[in-house]
């Protein structure tokens, strides 16, 4: 029986993932090794008894007699503290889903390649923060890193049988978010409310956020040069509001290949479960008659700068990337305590990028896990500085 660990089972990649085993046979179809979650202590509960798990951990130490006392009887193992979590990752599986948010997805997501098998990505920090030592673990230990970000899945499967020579460009999609239409004035008044309120996916509330000012293009252009080895240049973004085509390739002979399917998350996640087969998955069937019309448009990188910063990004290459994600995650904190406005975001991320580059702060070498988590420390503790500097000169 295939053995599976979720990582972030309680979130919203994560409980889509927890859908789809179910509907798969659940623990009668796969031997479920470890769910991890946060806070949501009951649905990590629930999640561990219907799968019978092996194993549930909470990241946080406090919620660990929560978690015992919901799960007691059982005979499910419980844990707590990101001690924890690396440990579970480091219990052989042969797929695994990576979706906790934010840089704490980054090492189990390491350690759980030690084992060869499949680590289905949905956390799209371990390629922006770490892509080198990503790729370096994958080809020591023979482990298959699959894409579960809906854009990428969408590209890899249009990417099926061809030659990686034969790309020309990866076009990105990306619906615009809920403030596509917003003029600049407008957008610095955009509250956070306004920012999770995503015109088509159903998210967790910091991608939506990320969403809304575009940031989450910038890490998914990164992502893209990450997983399929493509230049900066070979990258387009293309607004398309209805978010029903993925992502396309377009090809040397000229040939473009989309992907289509309706904005379900499960779609990606079924792929990367049942591949390299597909099998039955419980999505809206895609009625492009009813939809009547696709629209696309060129990104505005006026409006929405984090376009403009990921390309940067990408030529600095090396620890910017960690740098780049820590700055965005500690600006995104301070917008949604409304310590500073949407558009702040932007000007802050590029601030940091700018004085730790010109301070020399970071170690070239991506050599080892440390140096990402230093790079990203460093970039924390910038942004904060910088954060407060900037609420110091708005009075
Ligand atoms: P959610 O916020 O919904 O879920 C995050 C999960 O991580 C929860 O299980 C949460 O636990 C857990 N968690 C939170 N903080 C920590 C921590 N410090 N240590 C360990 N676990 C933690 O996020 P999403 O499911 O939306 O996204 C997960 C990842 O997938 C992100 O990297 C996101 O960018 C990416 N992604 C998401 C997509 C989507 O449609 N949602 C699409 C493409 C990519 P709890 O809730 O119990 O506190
Ligand atoms: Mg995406």
Wanted: aromatic share 6%; charged share 25%; with cysteine.
């Amino acid at each position: 029986m295939r053995r599976v660990s979720v990582f972030g089972a309680t979130g919203s990649i994560g409980c889509n993932t927890v859908d789809l085993l179910q509907r798969q046979g659940g623990g009668d179809g796969f031997h479920v090794v470890a769910l991890t979650g946060g806070r949501n202590i009951a649905l990590l509960a629930r999640q561990a008894r219907a799968l019978r798990a092996e194993l549930a951990v909470t990241a946080y130490e406090e919620f660990l007699p929560d978690l015992r006392d919901a799960l007691a009887g059982t005979g499910i193992e419980v844990a707590a503290g990101n001690r924890a979590i690396a440990e579970a990752a480091a219990r052989p599986v042969d797929w695994t889903m990576s979706a906790i948010v934010g840089a704490a997805g980054l090492e189990p997501g390491l350690v759980s390649m030690r084992h060869g098998g499949i680590l289905a990505l949905a956390n799209k920090e371990s390629l922006v923060t770490a892509g080198d030592l990503m790729h370096r673990e994958a080809r020591k230990h023979g482990a298959r890193i699959l894409p579960v970000d809906s854009e990428h899945s969408a590209i890899f499967q249009a990417l099926q049988g061809e030659d990686h020579a034969a790309i020309e460009r990866i076009i990105l999609t990306a619906s615009g978010g809920p403030f596509r239409d917003w003029p600049l004035e407008r957008l610095h008044e955009a509250t956070p409310e306004q920012a999770v309120a995503h015109p088509n996916w159903d998210m967790g509330q910091r991608i939506s956020v990320d969403s809304a000012s575009m940031f989450n293009k910038a890490m998914e252009l990164i992502e893209t040069h990450e997983f399929f080895d493509v230049t900066p240049d070979q990258i387009e973004v293309l607004v398309h509001p209805q978010s029903i085509i993925h992502s396309l390739v377009g090809f040397v002979d000229g040939a473009v290949m989309a992907h289509l399917g309706p904005p379900d998350m499960r779609g990606a996640i079924g792929y990367a479960l049942n591949w390299p087969d597909r099998a039955p998955l419980p999505l809206e069937r895609l009625d492009l008659a009813r939809i009547g019309r696709l629209d696309f448009e060129a990104p505005d990188e006026t409006r929405f700068p984090a376009i403009r910063l990921a390309r940067e990004v990408m030529r600095r290459g090396g620890l910017t990337g960690a740098v780049f994600n820590a700055a965005k995650e500690v600006t995104l904190d301070a917008f949604l305590d409304h310590r500073i406005r949407f558009t702040d975001m932007a000007v802050i991320v590029e601030k940091v990028l700018e004085t730790m580059d010109r301070h020399h702060d970071l170690q070239d070498e991506m050599t080892d896990l440390q140096s990402v988590l230093a790079a990203d420390a460093a970039a924390r503790k910038r942004t904060t500085e910088a954060i407060a500097s900037h609420q110091a000169n708005r009075g």
